[in-house]
């Protein structure tokens, strides 16, 4: 029996994990929209194209401590 308890704690966590992770997804899904153009093209250009921030502020001409 105290396979099936264990299996049952296994379970509830993973259940847990997804709805955090669902509501951590749509918080971050509201503050992406809150961004400007320019801020959400970075984004993008940091975790979708991956490009390294060196790289990116040497395109946009600014420092890597400010991108």
Known sequence: MSG???QFAE???EVEDAAVRAVMLERLNEALHTLT???AAIIH???YKEISEVELAKRLG?????L
């Open 4 to 6: 099936f308890w264990k």
């Open 11 to 13: 379970d509830a966590e």
């Open 37 to 39: 153009g320019e801020e």
């Open 45 to 47: 250009d940091l975790f």
């Open 62 to 66: 600014i420092a890597r401590t400010t």
